[in-house]
C-alpha cells in the first residue's frame, strides 16, 4: 500500500484558512488522493478526492503538486466545527476477484481550532 | 446522518464469548467495507463485500468473521472474544466496488471485560 505522511497535530485559530499537508512520495500514476476526517465520537467522513487537477467543493479545496507528490487540503474559513482528525488516503484498488474501494487509514492530523 | 445503520450502537461482553455486530448499507449501496479502531491500532482496515462477494481483506483475525445477505446487510462475527478486541467497530459503504466515497456508520463500541 503506497502510504502518506501528515503532522500529527496543527492549530488553527476560527474563521482563518488552514492548509493541512501530505506527503505521499510513493504515488503511482493512477492512485487518487482521498481526504477524510472523523469529528470526535463519530464515523470518518468523505471531504474530498482528486487526481492530478486541483478540486473544489463544498467543504474544501484539495491542491495537488504538479509531481502528484504531495497535496495540501485548504479549509478556507475554519470553524469550531472543524476540528477533527483529518485523514490524507492514497485508495488502494488491489483486491481479489475484483476491484476494491478499500481505504487504508494513517494517523492523520489532528486539527484543533481556537475560537 | 450518512444513511448507514450499526446496531448495536454499545456492547458489552466477557471474554470468551461471542457477538454479532449488524450493518445495514445506505439505500442502493452495493460495497460494505468493515473497519476497527482502537485507541494503540487506529482505524485498521477488516474486510469488504460487494454484492454478496468478497472483494478484499486486511488484518481480520481468523476469530472474526463477516458476511453480506442478499439484502445487501452485512454481519461481522466476533467469537473468542478476548480484552484486546474492545473497539469501536465501523461499517461504511459504497455504491460501486471500485470507486466513490465510502460513507460510514457511527460504530459499534464493543467492551471485552
Known amino acids: 500500500d503506497a502510504k502518506t505522511t501528515q503532522p500529527n497535530s496543527m492549530e488553527s485559530n476560527e474563521e482563518e484558512p488552514v492548509h493541512l499537508p501530505c506527503n505521499h512520495s510513493t504515488i503511482s500514476g493512477t492512485d487518487y488522493i482521498h481526504w477524510y476526517r472523523q469529528l470526535p465520537s463519530q464515523g470518518p467522513e468523505y471531504v474530498i478526492h482528486?487526481?492530478?487537477s486541483n478540486v473544489n467543493n463544498r467543504m474544501a479545496s484539495l491542491a495537488i503538486a504538479e509531481d502528484r507528490k504531495s497535496s495540501t487540503l485548504i479549509l478556507h474559513r475554519a470553524t469550531l466545527r472543524d476540528a477533527a482528525v483529518y485523514y490524507c488516503?492514497?485508495?488502494?484498488?488491489?483486491?481479489?476477484?475484483?476491484?476494491?474501494?478499500?481505504?487504508?487509514f494513517g494517523t492523520g492530523t489532528l486539527l484543533a481550532v481556537q475560537p | 446522518d450518512s444513511g448507514v445503520t450499526q446496531t448495536p450502537k454499545h456492547l458489552i461482553t466477557a471474554t470468551g464469548q461471542r457477538v454479532t455486530l449488524r450493518c445495514s448499507p445506505r439505500?442502493?449501496?452495493?460495497?460494505v467495507y468493515w473497519y476497527q479502531q482502537s485507541l494503540d491500532q487506529g482505524l485498521q482496515f477488516l474486510i469488504h463485500?460487494?454484492?454478496?462477494?468478497?472483494?478484499a481483506k486486511g488484518n481480520i483475525l481468523e476469530r472474526f468473521s463477516a458476511q453480506q445477505f442478499p439484502d445487501l446487510h452485512s454481519e461481522l462475527n466476533l467469537s473468542s472474544l478476548e480484552l484486546g478486541d474492545s473497539a469501536l467497530y465501523f461499517c461504511?459503504?459504497?455504491?460501486?466496488?471500485?470507486?466513490?466515497?465510502?460513507?460510514f456508520g457511527e460504530g459499534s463500541r464493543l467492551t471485552v471485560l
Open positions: 461504511a459503504s459504497s455504491v460501486r466496488a471500485n470507486t466513490g466515497e465510502l460513507f
Open positions: 488516503i492514497l485508495r488502494d484498488q488491489e483486491g481479489y476477484g475484483g476491484a476494491t474501494n478499500k481505504l487504508i
Open positions: 439505500s442502493g449501496d452495493l460495497s
Open positions: 463485500y460487494y454484492n454478496g462477494e468478497e472483494r
Open positions: 482528486g487526481l492530478t
